[in-house]
């Protein structure tokens, strides 16, 4: 997406597991003037805010509400912990139907696993989807990559589901949002002692 500015949120430096943030942007002439948390696993929600109010879009996106997950990730979690998803739902998130109607409503966000032989350490990717009318992931932009993790990341997001978007008359339509996929940096062994003399 050309002309977007996108700022990733730091991990929070005592938060262990990971969680999500689901958010709206409210926008005016591209800036962001007000930040919606729907759905929100502390300590996440401030960290995602602060960074999401600096996120300025291109102008056609003037007045358009725009959805944000953002995903916090702990690389120490295996595969086996991850690969059925987190179910949001409705009862979770609720996004109120006059306002945001033209928003989907994330059902099921599947964290990225992390390759245990990465060269990535910590860091964040921020992607574009293109919702489908029946909620599916139809489509992504890369906007940040992070290094040889990307590919693992929009694999997942790929499998990201919502409930759609609806029109003027209630039907389901195509919509899109954004995905923030945050690392926690790994922790370093302390170094050894040195040698007694």
């Not at 990733?8 to 709206?24: D, I, S, T």
């Not at 489908?132 to 790929?158: F, M, P, Y």
């Not at 759609?164 to 170094?191: I, K, M, N, T």
Request: with cysteine.
């Amino acid at each position: 997406m050309t002309g977007a500015i996108v700022v990733c949120p730091p991990y929070p430096p005592l938060a262990v597991p990971g969680g999500n943030v689901v958010a709206v942007l409210e926008l005016a002439k591209g800036s962001v003037s007000r930040v919606v948390v729907l759905y929100g696993d502390e300590p996440f929600v401030e960290p995602a805010r602060v960074a999401l109010a600096k996120w300025r879009l291109p102008k056609e996106r003037e007045d358009k509400p725009t959805l944000v997950v953002v995903n916090f990730r702990d690389p120490y979690l295996t595969m086996d912990a991850t690969k059925s998803g987190i179910v949001l739902g409705p009862g979770s998130s609720t996004i109120n139907p006059d306002r945001y109607a033209s928003l989907p409503v994330p059902t099921l966000v599947v964290d990225p696993f992390y390759q245990t032989h990465s060269r990535v350490v910590m860091g964040a990717s921020v992607l574009h989807l293109r919702i489908a009318e029946n909620g599916s992931v139809g489509g992504v932009e890369v906007i940040q990559e992070l290094g040889d993790q990307t590919r693992i990341i929009v694999d997942s997001v790929k499998k990201w589901n919502s409930i759609p978007a609806r029109d003027d008359g209630g039907r389901p339509v195509a919509s899109d949002a954004f995905a923030v996929c945050v690392y926690r940096p790994l922790v370093q062994a302390p170094p050894p002692p040195a040698p007694a003399r």
